[in-house]
């Protein structure tokens, strides 16, 4: 995907030029999916030729970028979480919009390879695992070795979870303080004291 390629940086280390191949998606840190959000919709704009499509699209990421806007905010307010709130109403409407119209416009998407190749791997190692006779695993692997569709689906626990990111930031704070490290820490400390 080139057109991530050709942004310019911003700042330093604020968005920092992109590798090669942004569609790999390998070996990314937390920064590198974050910044891909960022310049979205420049990246995404003319990409799609149907006009209703691309609106449909570009709302979405306008959603998703105000959603992670105000989920990394560092300090809430009433009026944060109201606007919050909203946000994540606005973002479910246009992932429900995107899921029944553009999903349904473009219904003939399919794995990409490595995603098959992963799903093969996965299939032969737990025949293997299994010890099946050669038998059935000859007709598992011939059935499974086509490509397969892949569909949008709003049935998945991140989904459900959305909603709930405004309440929990309300009783639990924002989630620039949630840290393992913390936990890490008070284990450390625990086994320091159970030594002594």
């Known amino acids: ?11 330093k280390g604020t968005i920092r030029s992109f590798k090669n191949d942004v569609s790999d998606m390998r070996n990314f840190a937390a920064r590198n999916f974050e910044d891909l959000l960022q310049l979205s919709m420049p990246a995404f704009e003319g990409l799609i030729p149907d006009k209703e499509q691309e609106k449909i699209v570009q709302n979405l990421l306008f959603d ?3 959603f992670h806007a ?21 973002l479910g409407q246009s992932l429900r919009q995107f899921s029944n119209k553009t999903c349904a416009f473009y219904s003939d998407t ?3 390879p490595r995603e098959k190749a992963a799903r093969l791997r996965k299939s032969a190692n737990s025949a293997k695992a299994k010890k099946a006779s ?5 007709q598992s692997t011939s059935q499974s070795s086509h490509i397969k569709g892949k569909k949008f ?7 459900h979870a959305l909603s709930h990111y405004p309440d929990h930031v309300e009783k639990f704070g ?15 400390l625990i086994f320091t004291v159970a030594l002594y």
């Open 1 to 11: 995907f080139n057109r991530y390629r050709m942004m310019p940086t911003f700042g």
């Open 64 to 66: 998703l970028l105000t």
């Open 110 to 112: 399919k794995e990409l």
């Open 174 to 188: 924002s989630y620039d303080s949630v840290s393992t490290r913390d936990v890490s820490s008070f284990c450390i």
């Open 134 to 138: 050669d038998k059935n695993q000859s």
């Open 70 to 90: 105000h989920a990394k905010l560092r300090m809430h307010t009433d009026n944060t979480l109201k606007s919050f709130r909203l946000a994540t109403r606005a």
């Open 153 to 159: 689906s709003m049935e998945t626990y991140k989904t």
